[in-house]
């Protein structure tokens, strides 16, 4: 049975780690035994099925400042945890002996944390492991010259490939990543990766909108507020992420009382509301897209821009051009509200959507074979 370990550190939202044990639960399903290594912190709505998850002690960001360390509790990370996570991660290595390494997003992002991935790399390597990386369709567009040629050289010093989730015809992974072309004979590109599908839950008169996994963007969240005041009636269902979800969903009750709004914490009935409600509203991270996509769901995209983020803008008119989305670049709730009254006027898709869904399944045999 071949073993795969996967090296994961989400620091803001939850997207990383979902793909990753999409990924692991692939693996498993295909055969293999699956370790998912995280670093971020714990998230428990998200099930890791049959693959072992090992928690690293957990590291995090302060909003979208990657250049500092932080405890989920917002201290900065010192020495101490830095050391503890080095000896925890080395002791997950060790426990798996796997003959496959996947390390999520490095060298393609991740910089701040290279001295644990390298030395992963090495230690598995030492045990005669395959090395891959994983990356998702458009990464953020390095900002900083120089940096896709370090990357590149930690990818060929140490990698045999690099899996590239999306597909080439919808976003090509050049939009995101310059030189994406000098690498070209390391990436292999699998497909988006989705999770089965779930059986539909929900009232099919809701408007779901998510901000994500993450605590950015809850302008969002204020914009339905108001965008729910003005519409026929109809409930909003505010999904709330971050690790101070609970009260933040409590402000957004405060803030919508008298409007048709239930504001909740991020669950795992998402992806099976989304293939009810009449509409949905989020953030254009990878997984959020996948869902929708998959789903058929009328749907307006709000990609999040804070701090000069381009990637999810990238993504939502790369998926606006095949017609999955509606797309709106300002949190503000009567352009919202005119935004998803055109999204329910399309109405649900029909057929299976127009990208390549097999990620999960095709990534699973590139591992295992």
């Not at 290279?114 to 369709?137: N, T």
């Not at 996948?290 to 939502?316: F, K, M, T, W, Y």
Request: hydrophobic residues 45%.
């Amino acid at each position: 049975m071949t073993r795969v370990a996967f090296l994961v550190c989400h620091l803001s939202g939850s997207g990383h780690l979902a793909r990753t044990l999409t990924l692991a639960k692939a693996v498993e399903a295909a055969g293999g035994a699956a370790t998912a290594i995280s670093g971020g912190r714990p998230l428990p709505h998200l099930d890791p099925g049959p693959a072992r998850l090992v928690q690293l002690p957990p590291v995090a960001v302060a909003g979208l400042d990657y250049s500092r360390l932080t405890t989920p509790d917002g201290a900065p990370a010192d020495d101490a945890l830095t050391a503890a996570r080095a000896r925890r991660l080395a002791e997950a290595l060790e426990e798996a002996r796997p003959d496959v390494l996947v390390t999520e997003l490095y060298p393609f992002g991740r910089r701040i944390l290279s001295a644990e991935f390298d030395a992963a790399v090495v230690q598995a390597r030492g045990m005669g492991a395959r090395v891959l990386a994983s990356v998702r369709d458009i990464p953020e567009p390095p900002r900083r010259p120089g940096r896709v040629a370090a990357a590149h050289a930690v990818l060929r010093a140490g990698y045999d490939g690099a899996l590239v989730h999306g597909d080439p015809a919808v976003a090509p992974f050049a939009l995101g990543w310059p030189g994406a072309a000098e690498i070209a004979d390391l990436t292999r590109a699998t497909g988006y990766v989705a999770a089965p599908q779930p059986e539909p839950v929900g009232d099919p008169d809701e408007v779901l909108v998510a901000e994500g996994g993450g605590a950015l963007g809850r302008g969002l969240l204020s914009a339905a507020v108001e965008a729910a005041r003005r519409d026929d009636g109809r409930t909003w269902r505010l999904r709330v992420g971050g690790a101070d979800a609970a009260a933040a969903a409590a402000a957004l009750t405060r803030l919508a009382r008298g409007a048709p709004v239930i504001a909740e914490p991020a669950a795992p009935d998402f992806r099976a509301r989304l293939r009810t409600c009449a509409a949905v509203v989020s953030r254009f991270g990878y997984n959020a897209a996948v869902e929708i996509a998959q789903a058929g769901a009328p749907a307006v995209a709000c990609p999040l821009s804070d701090g000069g983020e381009r990637e999810q803008g990238l993504r939502a008119a790369a998926f606006a051009r095949l017609g999955i989305v509606e797309t709106l670049d300002a949190d503000d709730g009567p352009a919202l509200l005119a935004a998803v009254r055109r999204a329910r006027n399309k109405g649900r898709a029909a057929g299976p959507p127009p990208l390549d869904l097999r990620g999960a399944v095709v990534s699973a045999r590139l591992l295992l074979g």
